[in-house]
């Protein structure tokens, strides 16, 4: 039964039955969120049990000849930039270990730009007319914040499978000197569960930039999570690439280990050129005599290096992979036959990107709302939290325990196939 070849009459009996299990569902009171990308505490649980007997205390000299438990060595420990070295394959001296943060690092960058610029600026970009930055959508909402907070217009830019549109990219990049950079999330982008092709990241790496300080903020935050083994998804190194092409300066990237480890306890790091780094550090050495140490050591300890990484990453995809399929498989059920939404079956990240009939999508976040399912609210992956086509919700599986995910699942297909007879009825 395809809801739109429906009559009338049909559709009307349908939406009848569709509100009296919705009605049905109030009497439940449920209370299940499927909001953020967190994960649960089963996966928590994995963490800290390669964490907890960790001694970090009795020996604290290693490779940098510093006692650890000191202020100081303030771009972080040789170890832990080994850790991201192997993970991501740069060079050690490309690499800032930071806090707990990805996120924080980036907004620091940020206002480091709008402060100061950078090595290539002509001045500080607070004291432009204009900056703006591309902002491929959907995106992560938190970019948008930054750029809403630091007054940087957004301009969307639309994304496939492939990455963003680089033909418009590129078009828009080469005549415009106040678009000062992109955001960009190759690896399993948040919320669509891309990754960018080979080809995107040489076209970023590569393209003539009218701004001659144009940066890409590559937020490389799910660098290992993949889901499925043997089914990885891969990326091209961008920092090589940007010196291949004579763009040595063009990329921050940044990750953190907040979904290895975790959430707001684990480290971060920003990876660059030498001559960005050395950039970096000039700034920051007023804000820090040094980030966390301690916790880097407590890292590498319970880590070693990649292979502790990966066996790891595999062992919480684990527990992730059945959310998911929990997630897909009520869709594929339910709302296949029915041809109103499409929706992406990522192979790694936190995300599965649901798009509704055009105009449903803040009806269904309404609707879900109402019966006890929180959700991202609709728009949040767009900037200005505006989606021109209130279309895209983003789905965050990996927080509830499986039993409320599945509840929680229930109660979205009824809230989409309600929400979509509602649209068709032109109600
Ligand atoms: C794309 C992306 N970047 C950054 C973060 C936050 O990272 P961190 O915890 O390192 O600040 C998230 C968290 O959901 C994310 O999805």
Same mark, same amino acid.
């Given at each position: 039964m395809q809801y739109k070849e429906l009559s009338k009459d049909k559709l009307l009996h349908e939406k009848e039955l569709l509100q009296s299990k919705f009605d049905e569902l109030l009497l439940k009171k449920l209370s299940l969120d499927m909001s953020r990308g967190k994960p649960n505490s089963e996966q928590l649980d994995i963490s800290a049990a390669i964490f907890a007997?960790?001694?970090?205390?009795t020996k604290r000299v290693y490779k940098d000849n510093?006692?650890?438990?000191?202020?100081?060595l303030f771009s972080g420990t040789t170890e832990a930039k080994e850790l991201f070295s192997e993970l +991501?394959?740069?060079?050690?001296?490309?690499i800032i270990i930071g806090g707990n943060s990805s996120l924080h690092l980036m907004y620091d960058m940020f206002s480091h730009l709008m402060l100061f610029g950078n090595?290539?600026?002509?001045?500080?970009?607070?004291? +432009?007319e204009k900056v703006k930055f591309l902002c491929p959508t959907p995106g992560y909402d938190r970019h948008f914040a930054i750029c809403e907070r630091l007054g940087i217009e957004m301009i969307p830019v639309s994304i496939n499978e492939f990455g963003p549109d680089m033909d418009y990219v590129e078009s828009l990049v080469k005549e415009d000197?106040?678009?000062?950079g992109i955001w960009c999330v190759? +690896?399993?982008?948040?919320?669509?569960?891309f990754s960018y092709s080979n080809d995107t990241v040489k076209r970023l790496a590569n393209m003539k930039t009218k701004a001659s300080d144009f940066r890409i903020f590559?937020?490389?935050?799910?660098?290992?999570?993949?889901?499925?083994p043997n089914k990885e998804d891969s990326i091209e190194n961008i920092i090589d690439l940007c010196e291949k092409y004579n763009n040595p300066n063009r990329v921050y990237m940044f990750t953190s280990t907040s979904k290895i480890s975790?959430?707001?306890?684990g480290i971060s790091a920003i990876c660059s050129s030498v001559d960005n780094i050395a950039d970096i550090m000039e700034r920051m050495k007023y804000q820090t005599i040094g980030y966390d140490k301690l916790n880097m050591l407590r890292h590498v300890i319970a880590f070693k290096n990649k292979e502790g990484v990966l066996a790891h990453m595999n062992n919480l995809a684990a527990v992730i992979r059945p959310k998911f399929e929990i997630v897909l498989k009520q869709l594929e059920i339910e709302i296949t036959p029915l041809n109103i939404a499409k929706w992406n079956s990522p192979a790694g990240g936190y995300f599965i990107s649901f798009y509704a009939m055009n105009g449903c999508a803040k009806r269904i976040v309404e609707l879900c709302q109402k019966a006890g399912v929180k959700l991202?609210?609709?728009?949040?992956?767009y900037p200005y939290r505006n989606d021109p086509n209130d279309s895209n919700i983003r789905i965050a599986p990996?927080?509830?325990s499986n039993s409320d995910l599945q509840m929680a699942m229930e109660v979205f297909v009824i809230c989409v196939k309600l929400a979509s007879v509602e649209k068709i009825l032109g109600e």
């Open positions: 007997n960790i001694d970090c205390y510093f006692d650890l438990g000191n202020y100081g +991501l394959d740069i060079e050690i001296e490309k090595q290539d600026s002509e001045k500080p970009w607070c004291k +432009l000197e106040s678009i000062k190759p +690896l399993y982008s948040n919320p669509d569960g590559w937020d490389n935050a799910y660098a290992v999570h993949h889901i499925y975790f959430p707001g306890s991202t609210p609709a728009g949040a992956t990996t927080y509830p």
